[in-house]
């Protein structure tokens, strides 16, 4: 009778694992994307994505933002360099949208555009800025891992804004006008030289700054194309 | 005259860390003009510190190691006395926070000691669209009629930049109000007073981009609602829910705020913070009932570490309902108890109860002999057992244990089998199984029949002669008593040596157990070295040491003993020693090599074989088959065996392929094994099983 027992139980076993299973194979099917077929439902994986990429540019910020303060620390500038650095940033030849009206009336192609060239003009600052950080053996280890991710972060950023342009430009939410940043190197052509004399708390001022300009378009673009999930 | 401001005290601070600790970097830095990196003694002396430009890599690594040494060097420094300029920015803020006490201290004495020239207190956005900013006209009594002041600013957009005039003054609060028309986000601005005469009134540190100064507005509309009371109704949780602020363009998704709850008690003096987060809801866990507690909360922009101002308190409370738990409680209790009892009825109806008692209470193993009871050798009840084994014994006793361990077939009896088929005793189940263990003298005479249970796995015990008289039964019943010690004299030992003859020779039991079996000095449970194909078991010569020794004792005839050897030399002895130092124990090669020819061993190689006993019998140790039998000893003189130990370790093996086990501490007896050669060296060490493979070959 032992072995009987032990097979009841197991028997038990098995069929509690596959109810286990079953509910939650019937869960997943009932989370499907659009359960009916609302009007915006077809926008649904474009918030997603807006969300995925506008929590991005945000850890992105809050990381410029800590470097920025480590660097305070540091450097122990007088405040008065803030008036100073406007004029340092290579960024400052793009003209973006400087008050809430104004990024409200922009087109979206040319939001999302601004967006981009952002995001290709910081990619080889901050890629040198952390060669010459990981060079400094008086930063830590933590900063020097800050830096990296932060030149990470900006590619990945770049990328996902593409693809969220992309889908849009497929929803036809947006015009094709979006170059895909075809020419990035003509961007950086002319501004190539001005970030190498920057020192490096103005970069990471400029930095800092602009990652908050990009989280910000992202947000009003996406409250604009997409205002129905979560604005 | 300029003194060190405030905002240098962070470089004062590193200044002081740097004289002290590194010393001759001070050196490189001379006046307040150059670097401002000096000792504290410069800025005491006044001269004048104008903007400092800090490139001072190497700080930082000294900065990076003894950042703790900050607070140190706050108090050190509260304690000197120098003064500020009162244009302080509010910008710094965290500096403020760190060193609030002091500058406020400062200030205080600088306000008391030195006039305060006009200066910004604060500027502020409340919805990253518009700011205002409010000055302070200072100590300097003639310009305290407010239009004296006016209010400058610069926008540092553009290299050719310059200072206009504030767009809308609020002279009442002296507060400056800059409309969305004039606010740009992300460019710096900086803001002067002027005076009459155009005196200016700078502070280079009031520069600010206004996405750092916004302080949202607290959240409107608070009101919270029960979530769940706790079974014991003494806490509960509460959710708490608001509207974001209207100043604030949430929806546009402008500004992204977060929101952080503090509650405390009605009468407590600290907050209790939960973590900032950007959802308009929030849930308060563990209030206890029947307490108050005041709500508010304040507002953030998410990445921006200012917070705006609190909102109104709100108020929760919860009464105790204490009672409604109980039943709640009681009800638990019983739907379990039941439960728990209606699993076990189940249990038991649908198991067959024997089972069910095997599964839960597994019974104790005990050594299950059968036509014993365990219990009786417990006691120790010598008049019982005798009479069991005797009276209501034999032919009661088994039937009585077989009927308690009928259907048990994990219950492994020992038990006495019949001698082949050379037995032609007619069985007599009466016999008891115990009589037959110890091999005590039986009613009849010749093989016993083996029990009733041919499927037992246990030993069979090889047929015994049972000439034992009836005294040995109270030998066999004080033997069974296990741990008894020696002073019992009772010994049954040359019934395991007496022969497994089919003839009914009177063993040299008789002729020499006066006194009692050896038996009793040897445990209930022998060592079985081996089993042999016949049927014998070979039990370990400890048991036959100590026999071999009392016998010695008991005995001081010779005759015996020579009747022993006699015996000895016959086939029927089987006393299989396996070890001629009497270590009881030897590997299974021995065992093997034992079983393997006993028959061509027997004769003359003396070994003996405890017969039967039924005892579980496994092929034990193996011993050499040359080994001789240590035990018997030939001659009476032979000196009396140490007690063996049970286990021995075979040291190493020899050239012969025999084990070489431990020597004991006393030297065996070499003269009396004559015969029988000891060819099996101690060995020492273990057995691998590699060299298992090369005894065995």
């Not at chain 2, 040494?69 to 003064?83: H, N």
């Not at chain 2, 600290?270 to 308060?284: K, S």
Request: aromatic share 8%.
């Amino acid at each position: 009778l032992k072995r009987e027992i032990k097979k009841i139980i197991s028997a038990v076993w098995v069929g509690i694992i596959c109810l286990v299973f079953s509910s939650r194979l019937s869960t997943m099917k009932a989370a499907s994307i659009c359960p009916n077929d609302q009007t915006g439902c077809h926008l649904l994986p474009l918030a997603n994505l807006f969300d995925r990429v506008i929590q991005h540019s945000a850890r992105m910020h809050g990381i410029s933002d800590d470097l920025h303060s480590e660097f305070e620390l540091y450097f122990l500038p007088s405040k008065n360099q803030i008036g100073r650095v406007s004029r340092n940033c290579h960024t400052s030849t793009i003209l973006t949208p400087n008050g809430k009206e104004n990024a409200q009336r922009i087109a979206r192609e040319e939001l999302a555009e601004i967006i981009l060239k952002l995001l290709v003009a910081w990619r080889d600052p901050l890629w040198h800025f952390h060669q010459s950080m990981s060079q400094h053996d008086e930063f830590t280890n933590f900063s020097s891992n800050k830096s990296l991710e932060m030149s990470d972060m900006v590619h990945e950023l770049r990328k996902g804004v593409l693809k969220v342009v992309e889908k849009m430009q497929m929803l036809g939410i947006i015009s094709n006008s979006v170059g895909d940043t075809g020419s990035p190197e003509a961007l950086l052509t002319s501004d190539s030289a001005e970030w190498r004399f920057m020192k490096d708390y103005d970069l990471l001022y400029c930095f800092r700054r602009d990652s908050n300009k990009i989280q910000n378009y992202l947000k009003i673009l996406k409250c604009r194309i997409v205002p129905k999930h979560g604005c | 005259m300029h003194l060190c401001t405030e905002a240098h005290l962070n470089y004062l601070y590193i200044d002081l860390y740097v004289h002290i600790k590194v010393r001759k970097h001070i050196t490189q830095f001379n006046s307040c003009e150059e670097t401002c990196l000096v000792g504290p003694e410069f800025c005491l002396r006044g001269k004048p510190s104008v903007s400092c430009s800090i490139e001072v890599p190497y700080i930082k690594s000294v900065m990076a190691v003894s950042l703790s040494y900050d607070l140190l060097l706050l108090l050190v420094i509260s304690s000197l006395d120098w003064s500020s300029t009162p244009g302080s920015a509010f910008l710094t803020d965290h500096n403020r926070m760190t060193s609030s006490g002091r500058s406020e201290k400062k200030q205080q004495k600088r306000e008391r000691a030195t006039p305060v020239e006009p200066h910004f207190t604060e500027c502020m956005s409340r919805d990253l669209e518009t700011f205002r900013c409010w000055w302070s006209p200072g100590t300097f009594h003639n310009l305290s009629s407010p239009e004296e002041l006016r209010v400058f600013y610069l926008k540092r957009n553009s290299p050719s930049s310059e200072w206009k005039e504030c767009p809308e003054y609020s002279h009442l609060n002296r507060e400056c109000f800059f409309d969305a028309n004039h606010t740009s986000i992300w460019i710096p601005y900086c803001l002067q007073l002027r005076g009459q005469n155009n005196i200016t009134y700078f502070n280079e540190d009031d520069c600010f981009s206004v996405e750092n100064i916004v302080r949202p507005d607290p959240p409107v509309s608070l009101n919270w609602t029960l979530l769940i009371v706790s079974p014991s109704g003494l806490s509960y949780d509460v959710m708490v829910s608001w509207e974001p602020p209207p100043s604030a363009d949430v929806s546009t998704g402008w500004m992204r705020i977060e929101y952080e709850i503090q509650y405390r008690e009605r009468n407590a003096t600290t907050w209790e913070a939960l973590e900032t987060q950007p959802h308009t809801q929030q849930t308060i866990y563990g209030l206890q009932a029947g307490t108050e507690y005041e709500v508010h909360i304040r507002t953030k922009m998410k990445g921006f570490p200012k917070f705006g101002d609190f909102s109104d308190s709100i108020f929760v409370k919860v009464t105790e309902i204490p009672l409604r738990e109980s039943a709640v409680l009681l009800t638990l209790v019983l739907t379990f108890g039941v439960a728990g009892i209606l699993i076990l009825i189940m249990l038991i109806v649908v198991s067959h109860q024997q089972r069910l008692m095997m599964i839960l209470l597994p019974p104790v193993p005990a050594p299950k002999i059968k036509g014993i009871d365990s219990e009786l050798l417990k006691k120790g009840k010598l008049e019982e057992l005798d009479f069991i084994l005797n009276g209501g014994g034999l032919g009661g006793l088994p039937t009585y244990i077989s009927d308690y361990y009928q259907d048990e077939p994990w219950v492994e009896f020992i038990e006495v089998d019949e001698e082949d088929a050379d037995c032609g005793e007619k069985e007599d189940q009466k016999s008891s199984d115990t009589q037959r263990l110890l091999g005590l003298p039986q009613r009849s005479v010749g093989c016993f029949s083996a029990d009733s249970h041919p499927d037992d796995d246990s030993g069979r015990a090889s047929c015994y002669d049972t000439d034992l008289s009836e005294q040995d039964t109270h030998l066999l019943a004080a033997s069974l008593l296990p741990g008894q010690p020696e002073d019992e004299e009772a010994f049954l030992h040359p019934d395991e040596k007496a022969p497994a003859s089919e003839t009914n020779k009177s063993p040299l039991i008789q002729t020499e157990s006066e006194g009692k079996p050896t038996w009793i000095n040897t445990d209930l449970y022998a060592q079985v070295s081996n089993v042999m194909p016949s049927g014998g078991v070979v039990l370990s010569p400890g048991q036959q040491l100590r026999i071999q020794e009392n016998t010695e004792k008991e005995s001081q005839k010779k005759g015996t003993l020579g009747e022993d050897t006699s015996k000895l030399n016959k086939p029927q002895f089987q006393l299989l020693v396996v070890d001629p130092d009497g270590s009881g124990y030897t590997s299974e090669i021995t065992a093997r090599q034992i079983s393997t020819p006993p028959s061509s061993l027997v004769p003359g190689e003396g070994y003996q074989t405890i017969y039967p006993q039924p005892m579980e019998t496994k092929p034990a140790a193996p011993s050499e088959p040359n080994q001789s039998p240590y035990i018997l000893p030939d001659s009476p003189q032979t000196r009396l065996f140490a007690p063996v130990a049970d286990y021995t370790v075979v040291q190493e093996l020899d050239t012969h392929q025999s084990l070489l086990l431990n020597l004991p501490t006393q030297q065996p007896p070499p003269p009396c094994l004559p015969q029988h050669p000891l060819k099996a060296p101690v060995a020492i060490g273990y057995v691998t099983p590699d060299l298992l493979g090369n005894l065995s070959s």
